[in-house]
């Protein structure tokens, strides 16, 4: 079964830092693409970056620059840095596996809540 476990969300001023973490099961993490998505109320979802196994990297350009995706393969885990959040930054976050670093896959978390006050 896979299973994506996201963690790290929460209340952060603007300007602040934040650093989400996914723990994935073993065989969806070692074969695939990983990728963090928000999704705003009223919005769509939307890709924040994403890292395939090789470390190739792929961000919106709403967040180039300030967040940086990375992948721990001995630990299953793959990590969203945030930094200079913005009140725009505010979303449900979620990993997601099984797709390329443009497009989603099948496999998603439950999702993280991060909110940015001004």
């Known amino acids: 079964q896979v299973q994506l476990v996201e963690s790290g969300g929460g209340l952060v001023q603007a300007g602040g830092s934040l650093r989400l973490s996914c723990a994935a099961s073993?065989?969806?993490?070692?074969?695939?693409?990983m990728g963090w998505y928000r999704q705003a109320p009223g919005n769509q979802r939307e890709l924040v970056a994403a890292?395939?196994?090789?470390?190739?990297?792929n961000y919106a350009a709403s967040v180039e620059g300030r967040f940086t995706i990375s992948r721990d393969n001995a630990k299953n885990t793959v990590y969203l840095q945030m930094n200079s959040l913005e009140p725009e930054d505010t979303a449900v976050y979620y990993c997601?596996?099984?797709?390329?670093?443009?497009?989603?896959?099948?496999?998603w978390g439950q999702g993280t809540q991060v909110t940015v006050a001004s």
């Open positions: 073993g065989s969806i993490f070692s074969r695939n693409v």
């Open positions: 890292i395939s196994r090789g470390g190739i990297t």
């Open positions: 997601n596996a099984g797709g390329t670093i443009t497009t989603r896959g099948d496999y």
